[in-house]
């Protein structure tokens, strides 16, 4: 099996995401990495850091303490600690969509994503909601955000919308797709032959049988009924406040939640340092640290990697199985 070849985008250049990218450069890896970024704000982050960094073209083979194979992709403007710049929203754009069309070409096995900032990016001029939805369109086909941490693994059927507009979002079709992507995900990324997912309420209660509110008995009972009938194993619908029990959360692979802040907030609490957010659905596998720009740590050195080497640790893996599946 040959090593996984994995795309590294920093995102916001102003951020923690270039130092962290240094951070990963210096790891012993069984894994190649080559960075979509601009090489002056490498090497900046490197030099705030005091470590080494030795960036070079595109395919070498980068494996030393420090060295980074890089396609460069320049910043409009230089990249100031902890202040992000508009002009730069295009460099965030265009290496994410360099990346990405890289895998999807087959040049790379796998994503991984620092954070980007989202104001800077469409104060730049650019209409962007979060880089899930980037990569979705780019590929042109459905995905789910899910993030994980060693705890618990979470799935969300909506991302980011305002809360008044989650109930119209959940739909049969749109609850089924998200199961079933979901479902697959679990068998050929994670191995699991058989995966049990747990799918919460929209309600509080899980809608008291109606009385709380009638999603659950008119749009999600009767989509994990019918795709129970297929061999899904599904669980629900549970109230949120008690499918994270301790006692029953080793019982479920993945937790499918209605909408944003009903499961992250407990995953988060778990293990925020280890969470990983995977977009699952894609050609490819894309897993991004579970963290924002930490403009104020931005220089500094201070900033936790963990989450960035959990994110290309996990990559990898999910890219060798797939080579598994598919040699």
Do not use: W
Request: one cysteine or more; hydrophobic letters at 45%.
């Amino acid at each position: 099996m040959t090593p996984p070849r994995l795309a590294l985008v920093p995102g916001e250049p102003a951020g923690v995401g270039p130092e962290l990218c240094v951070r990963l450069a210096q790891r012993p890896r069984d894994y190649g990495l080559t960075a979509f970024a601009d090489p002056h704000t490498l090497q900046a982050a490197a030099a705030a850091l005091d470590l080494p960094l030795r960036l070079l073209p595109a395919g070498a083979v980068a494996g030393g303490a420090g060295e980074l194979a890089l396609i460069p992709i320049a910043n409009a403007a230089p990249a100031t600690f902890g202040a992000p710049d508009p002009r730069n929203a295009a460099a965030v754009i265009d290496a994410l969509h360099a990346a990405a069309d890289g895998c999807l070409r087959g040049d790379f096995d796998g994503l991984v994503t620092g954070p980007v900032h989202k104001a800077a990016i469409n104060d730049g001029g650019i209409a962007y909601t979060g880089t899930t939805e980037l990569l979705a369109r780019r590929a042109g086909c459905e995905v789910v955000m899910m993030l994980a941490n060693p705890t618990v693994r979470v799935a969300l059927v909506t991302t980011h919308l305002p809360l008044r507009a989650v109930p119209d979002a959940i739909t049969g079709e749109r609850l089924e797709r998200s199961l079933r992507i979901v479902h697959a995900a679990l068998r050929a990324d994670f191995g699991l032959a058989d995966p049990c997912i747990a799918v919460l309420g929209l309600n509080p209660h899980a809608g008291e049988a109606g009385h709380l509110g009638r999603e659950e008995l008119e749009v999600i009972e009767p989509v994990l009924a019918a795709l129970r009938a297929q061999g899904l194993r599904l669980v629900g619908p549970l109230p949120a406040d008690t499918a994270f029990l301790p006692a029953r959360l080793p019982g479920f692979d993945a937790v499918l939640a209605m909408y944003h802040d009903q499961g992250l907030p407990v995953l988060k609490f778990s293990g925020f340092e280890q969470a990983v957010n995977m977009t699952l659905g894609l050609p490819y596998p894309r897993v991004a640290v579970d963290h924002g720009t930490a403009l104020e740590l931005a220089g500094r050195g201070t900033a936790d990697p963990s989450s960035l080497y959990a994110a290309a640790d996990t990559c990898a893996r999910i890219a060798r199985q797939r080579q598994l599946v598919h040699p």
